[in-house]
């Protein structure tokens, strides 16, 4: 059998994991220990992200002509793919935090919602709330308002009770 025959099944799980995905970033893992790297993909796999160490080339060749193609410069040496379909931020923010406690972790690079983002630029997304939290945030804003609004007016029925009841 071919080596290409061996190959492809990987190049097409790759292919898989990047079909409809909103997010992916590379990450050069050199240096974690077992613990750590438990660790991270534990809390990886809670957050519905896919955390992967694939060959270079396997990667190239799943990304090709893909909007995850920008990432080729970047699979050099050890890397993992943490790759997300449901929470465009939520690799960049796991990881991003976890680099914070673990240094070995370097985040390299990523794509997110179809733009390419630098080291710096992951970063900068990992501090996006998700988007579950936009959403409850912005609810809770529209909800605290209404909430005061029906207080004032359950007083002034009240107070117009109060009085009615006095007369």
Known sequence: MAKIELKQP?????????QDAQSAVIVDYRGLTVEQDTRLRKELREAGVTYKVYKNTM???AIEGTEFEALKDALEGPNAIAISKTDA????????????????LEIKCGIVEGTYYDQAGIKAISSIPSREELLSKFLGSIQSPIANFARVIKQIADKQDGAA???
């Not at 990987?10 to 990047?18: A, F, G």
């Open 10 to 18: 990987i190049i097409d799980e790759i292919k898989t994991q990047l």
């Open 89 to 104: 931020t939520a690799p960049a923010r796991i990881l991003a935090k976890f680099a914070k406690e673990a240094e070995a």
């Open 59 to 61: 990667v190239r060749f």
């Open 165 to 167: 009841a006095e007369a």
